[in-house]
């Protein structure tokens, strides 16, 4: 089994900068694809960005991309994410994710990908 755990959310004005983490614990059979979700009040939960098992790959949803970046340690078991020139569409609860399937872009991602899913936490953006 393995447990996932974000922090790093709060509250940041727009432009600002957050960085979360996703510890990862238990028991693992090596690295996985792990992903960043994220769900705003009213709305489904959309990918954010995703990585493959080796943190070579990425793929970014559109809204996020070059502002936004993934990567994994795997000798610290943790998921990153770099979050810059926040913006207040960026407000949701953020969730990380793993899975042991095949890489997929975040176009092509879902939910039921990923066995393994954090608690989330709350990223806001003020204006």
């Known amino acids: 089994q393995v447990q996932l755990v974000e922090s790093g959310g709060g509250s940041v004005q727009a432009g600002g900068s957050l960085r979360l983490s996703c510890a990862a614990s238990g028991t693992t059979d090596g690295p996985y694809c792990m992903a960043w979700f994220r769900q705003a009040p009213g709305k489904e939960r959309e990918g954010v960005a995703v990585?493959?098992?080796?943190?070579?790959?990425?793929s970014y949803a559109d809204s996020v991309k070059g502002r936004f970046t993934i990567s994994k340690d795997n000798t610290k078991n943790t998921l990153y994410l770099q979050m810059t020139s926040l913006k207040p569409e960026d407000t949701a609860m953020y969730y990380c994710?793993?899975?042991?399937?095949?890489?997929?872009?975040?176009?092509?991602?879902?939910?039921?990908?990923?066995?393994?899913w954090g608690q989330g936490t709350q990223v806001t953006v003020s204006s």
């Open positions: 990585i493959d098992r080796l943190g070579t790959t990425t």
């Open positions: 994710a793993a899975g042991g399937g095949p890489f997929r872009i975040v176009t092509s991602l879902s939910p039921t990908d990923f066995g393994y």
